[in-house]
């Protein structure tokens, strides 16, 4: 992967923070969710208090002041009530018309495997029933019979205060219309033309269309389905007590009045609701046995469209889990004990997008008779949103605006400086790439060496490597100025040579001699330089494979001044030491090397001596912060000074500029280069300066203690196998 | 009366050959050793010729201090000087320090010989009155090669003796093309073709500051060079 690639990558670091504004406004919707609850609360705590303190409307609508009866005897039936309060129901036996309303069958509890369902809705005038049996062995009335039903039948227990309450039996002979009779208080079968009904097969057993008068299902009510065959026990499904029956037997004239009753939604509690009417809520009441006693209000979310804000605020949010379930029976299921467990009682449920928002408070009549409030009720609120409503608010906006804008202006900024960064480098790796390039010039590549303005460590990069490439072209240039040289101090003694060679040709017999002569010095001169030049060679050679030994440089050099003493006996030398503890010269070095370095560092201050003078011989030592001791070997003559211009140079090879009065002295100025090269061997620097009268060549050198090598030479031999 | 040529050489050896030569052949010579003792001896009396080295000892471009001073005294005097390394040529042309031909150290007696009685020859030419017979006429070019003298457009070239031979031979056969070792022959020169590159840029050059349109030395790639004639 490309650095450009790299650091473009690592520019996303800016998505970072739109991230963690998405990931925080998740929260901010948790903890809104969590408020919007609260108010919900809040709001159906004030609607039970508002109903609670109306004690003429619980009484009214049978709420409070009716003793308790329990669910298993209560039917439920759906008033309508308003606009379309007609339900719509032809007594057909076909359903199509009770689809259209949209209502969820109730159980007929039952007993003995024999299980019943029921619809009932309430209009104006009737109420309507349809009633589905699973029964497969149908049993019709036999007509004739003394009884009020031989066969299947239904019962029921309604009336009224004017006509009286009585069990009805709804049967039929056959499918088609039903017989609703009863027996009278002279134990008379008495035919109810104002209960009709549609009696029909299905596959599972039998169902029955019903209406009877609203008014007779107002007070006392009770209905069961009853599988009656030869020789077989009865078996009931229903609000009616079963014990009574089996005892009554199949003709319920003499049963005890059932304690049942029908119970709908009331017109009284819906206009008490009404009030509370809010946009996309829904106000549901629920009595103690909870069915649904009035409903206002629709879970249509206010705006559904969304706009593009709004879509990623949607997306930003989590769908709770749960799904929502509308109740379509009538009959409201309990809460759990520990509400947590069922969220959608007090909490968040989906709807596909929408998000609705429940929460059910209980309804306590306060009364001055009873010690305790008496509940009578809950308060459920539903409330569909859409996702985002919570959120979309202009601090939210703000939020996430900022938020991008500075993730974006970030993502920018560091891709920008990333591409800048990767430029330069590039620009740099180009530049030594075609450096590198056969055929490539160096004076043209620092030419083109790129100019980095700012001193990072990429501009010190670049002015390193420029600095390396212009050593590098310094050495060229010096490569190629040596031939020039080379064959300027080969010339001149060839010149001697042909001259002479020439005039020999020419020269009278006696003066052959001189010539040849001349000729002779000449080609000697020329080997001398020859093996000047190979010396240095000889001396890189012999430096790659020298070792290192302990020496006591004070005792190598008192011993090599008698020896320079005698082998120049014209010449006077002058040892000066430095006083010193014993330990500080003896050090770890090339003895050979060095004594041979001397050499030349004498070979050259002899030569350019002045006479009578002495040459000096000097050791020293300092102590250097970062270097540790660092010790001096001088040579210093009295005689001509160096030239300025050579003072840089001085040590490179081939560079002689100084002239001895013998002009057959070779001045290659290999010498010097041969004592940088080994002053070099013991990291140590090789100079020059003019001192009064004359000049000093030094060699400086860090000390390498014996102490330290030693120890360093015993970890080798415990790693070496 | 006998020529004086003034050698001035710090190598002892190589004037002493030189020396020998020259006094062979009739010359009186003076070797001086140093830029100092020349200057002394040419302030009371000037040599018909000078040979001087560039790198006087220490001095190391004593030469061509020597050159000049020595060109201020005698516009006419020849000048011929001795060089160790062959690129101290550019120095030499670039400064236009008027010297009559440099040559390198390790050129044959033969052909300094050659050399010098040319440029006696020169000297002598310019004193007597010029005989057609040795003047070449080329369109605009007027070579005279007694007085080794050279005209482009009626204006005199200086040249020096090598260059002048290099043009002589090119000028002599108009669209004939030379190779280099014919040039160097014409010269009486041994030198590699890098140096003959040079003589003819050089010759190249003297001509444009005369003309700045000069075009008629033309370079026959991979063969060598031609005088291109007028058309």
Known sequence: ?721 | MARTIAIVEDEQAIADNYKDAFTRLGFKVDHYLDRRSAQTAFAVKLPDLAVIDVGLGDDIEGGFTLCRDLRAKAPNLPIVFLTARDDEFDVISGLRLGADDYLTKDISQAHMLARIHALFRRVDAMHEPANGDDAIERGNLLLNSSRMSVQWQDKPIDLTVTEFWILYALAKHPGHVKNRQQLMDAANVVLDDNTITSHIKRIRRKFNAVDADFDRIQTAYGMGYRWLGDA
């Open chain 1, 1 to 721: 992967m490309k650095l450009r690639q790299q650091l473009a990558l690592l520019a996303l670091v800016g998505l970072l923070i739109p991230g963690i504004t998405l990931y925080s406004l998740q929260i901010f919707n948790e903890q809104a969710k969590a408020s919007h609850i609260n108010a919900l609360v809040g709001m159906a705590e004030a609607i039970a208090a508002r109903l609670a303190s109306d004690d003429e409307l619980l009484q009214a609508s049978g709420l409070a002041g009716s003793p308790q009866i329990p669910a298993d005897q209560e039917l439920y039936s759906h008033r309508l009530f308003g606009d379309g309060s007609e339900a719509g129901i032809t007594i057909d036996g076909a359903t199509g018309d009770w689809q259209a309303l949209a209502l969820e069958p109730l159980p007929l509890a039952g007993s003995d495997a024999f299980s019943a369902s029921y619809r009932a809705v309430t209009d104006n005038l009737k109420t309507y029933f349809l009633i589905e049996v699973e029964d497969t062995k149908r049993h019709y009335h036999q007509a004739g019979s003394e009884r009020l039903a031989t066969g299947d039948h239904l019962l029921l227990f309604a009336g009224n205060q004017q006509q009286g309450l009585h069990y009805f039996v709804v049967r039929a002979e056959l499918p088609g219309a039903i017989e609703a009779v009863y027996r009278n208080a002279f134990g008379q079968s008495v035919r109810q033309e104002r209960i009709r009904g549609v009696w029909q097969e299905t596959e599972q057993g039998y169902r029955v269309e019903l209406s009877l008068p609203s008014n007779m299902t107002q007070g006392p009510f009770a209905l069961a389905a009853v599988d009656q065959a030869p020789f077989k026990a009865l078996r009931v499904a229903g609000t009616l007590a079963t014990a009574a029956l089996a005892t009554a037997g199949p003709d319920p004239g003499v049963i005890p009045p059932a304690t049942g009753r029908l119970v709908s939604n009331a017109a009284q509690l819906h206009r008490a609701l009404q009030v509370f009417n809010r946009p996309a809520t829904r106000l549901t009441l629920l009595d103690p046995n909870r069915w649904q006693r009035a409903q206002t209000g629709q879970l249509t979310p206010d705006n559904p469209a969304a706009k593009p804000l709004q879509k990623l605020l949607h997306w930003v949010t989590k769908r709770p889990q749960a799904g929502w379930q509308d109740v379509h029976s009538g009959l409201w299921s309990t809460p759990p004990e520990d509400a947590s467990e069922a969220p959608h009682f007090n909490g968040w449920t989906h709807d596909h997008n929408t998000l609705i928002a429940r929460v059910e408070v209980p309804v306590h009549r306060a009364t001055a008779a009873a010690l305790e409030a008496r509940y009578v009720g809950s308060i459920v609120i539903e409330q569909a949103i859409m996702p985002w409503q919570l959120l979309d608010h202009s601090a939210t906006r703000r939020l996430l605006l900022s938020s991008l804008l500075g993730g974006g202006a970030l993502l920018l900024l560091l891709i920008g400086y990333a591409s800048w960064l990767s430029a330069r480098i590039t620009k740099l790796s180009r530049a030594a790439g075609n450096a590198a390039k056969p055929g490539q010039s160096l004076n043209r590549a620092l030419e083109q060496w790129p100019r980095l303005t700012l001193n990072d460590e990429i501009g010190q990069l670049s002015r390193h490597y420029r600095g390396v490439l212009s050593q590098l072209q310094d050495h060229n240039e010096y490569l190629r100025s040596l031939t020039g040289k080379l064959s300027h101090e080969l010339r001149t003694p060839l010149a001697v040579v042909t001259g002479s060679l020439d005039n020999l040709m020419a020269a009278e017999p006696g003066a052959i001699g001189k010539y040849a002569q001349r000729a002779r010095e000449g080609s000697l001169r020329l080997s001398r330089i020859v093996s000047a030049m190979t010396e240095a060679s000889r001396v890189e050679a012999s430096i790659s494979s020298a070792e290192l030994e302990n020496v006591d440089l004070k005792q190598l050099l008192s011993d090599i001044h008698q020896a320079y003493q005698s082998a120049y006996p014209q010449q006077k030398f002058e040892l000066s030491i430095q006083t010193a503890a014993p330990e500080t010269y003896c050090v770890q070095v090339a003895p050979e090397l060095l004594v041979q370095m001397l050499d030349k560092l004498v070979d050259n201050a002899v030569s350019f001596a002045l006479a009578e003078t002495p040459v000096q011989l000097e050791l020293t030592y300092r102590a250097d912060d970062s270097r540790g001791v660092l010790i001096e070997l001088a040579v210093s003559n009295q005689g001509p000074p160096l030239p300025s211009a050579m003072q840089g140079r001085l040590f490179h090879s081939l560079t002689s500029e100084r002239r001895t009065g013998d002009s057959s002295a070779v001045h290659l100025g290999l010498g010097l280069y041969i004592v940088e090269l080994i002053a070099r061997f013991h990291q140590g620097e090789a100079a020059a300066r003019n001192i009064d009268n004359g000049v000093c060549f030094s060699v400086s050198m860090p000390a390498k203690y014996p102490a330290l090598s030693a120890r360093r030479a015993v970890t080798s031999v415990d790693n070496s196998p």
